[in-house]
């Protein structure tokens, strides 16, 4: 099968690889059919964030049951599934204190980042982590379950009434998922990305009473204008600090998502007084069967944020879309893209 393989930064290419194995009772061998292609990919590429060298890329994905092992009794060939794709082994510290997504084996099970990815053909995963598809949910709008799964596990970590004020940093496939989550809980607010292009098609689809705007200040001057204070900003670009801190109101809440670098500072003093609250928060833990649910019942719009298909073979389009070039070596954060998917064959 050809797969998509991590060599270096910068250095990605299609090789054949030899179908995976069944080698326990309770693996299912998935013949994968789309996988999104997500900021860590690109993170990954292009030097961001840390992958195992020959690891095969990829982890939002959806395909085919081919076989399962001796044991499995949920699943059977033919059955379509979403796979999610953050393994943990139930047993560690961080597993039997209810913090999954920080197994200690994950440096060495990560899906698409440790261990082989979906960017692929087949695929395999133990059963407890597929979930069926009904009919009228297409693999590609599958794909969109694991991010959204990691935003509802960011969520669950806010103290969350409909009336938060809230402003979203970046109108990409995270930013409006987000809005879609939060929506589904009463919350509207503000998306904001300095691409035009983005700004144009997140205003055709954002949750009803959403607004976008082209900065963070008109968004806040939107949500709030009087004091100039909002109580929810979530950064999914990894370009913000906490330098937005002043525009945070008394126990308001700072979610940073995204990869970033570089160090920020902010004053304890003034986090202690005004009872703020900034939360990180990465992958998901107890959230896939939730997400799985809001895109089977429709309610995440996944055909409208889907704005690009390509092959496998295509994956250098693919990249560029989403402003990675492979060839000049460049990221450019903006794009005229919101989600785009590699479909194998
Ligand atoms: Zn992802
Ligand atoms: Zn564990």
Redesign the pocket.
Known sequence: MLALVYKSTWDVALEERPVPAITKDNQVLVRIRAT?V????LGIVSGKYHAVPSVILG??SAGEVISVGKEVTSLQPGDRVVINPTYYCGHCEMCRTGRENHCTSKSVTETGVSADGTFTDYYITEDRFLYKLKDHVSYEEATLT??LS?ILTGINQIHLLPNLRTVILGAGPIGILYSYALASKGVTGCLVDISKDRLAIAGSIAPERWQVHETFQAAVQAQAPEGHQVDLIVDTTGAVGTQVLSNLAHGGYLMLMGLRDGNSTFNPKEVVDRSLKIIGSIDSVGTFATAHYLIEQGIIPGKKIITHTFPLDQYEQAFQTLGCDLSERTLNPSSQAIKVILQSN
């Open positions: 999104g997500c900021g860590t990919d982890h939002e694991e991010p990691c």
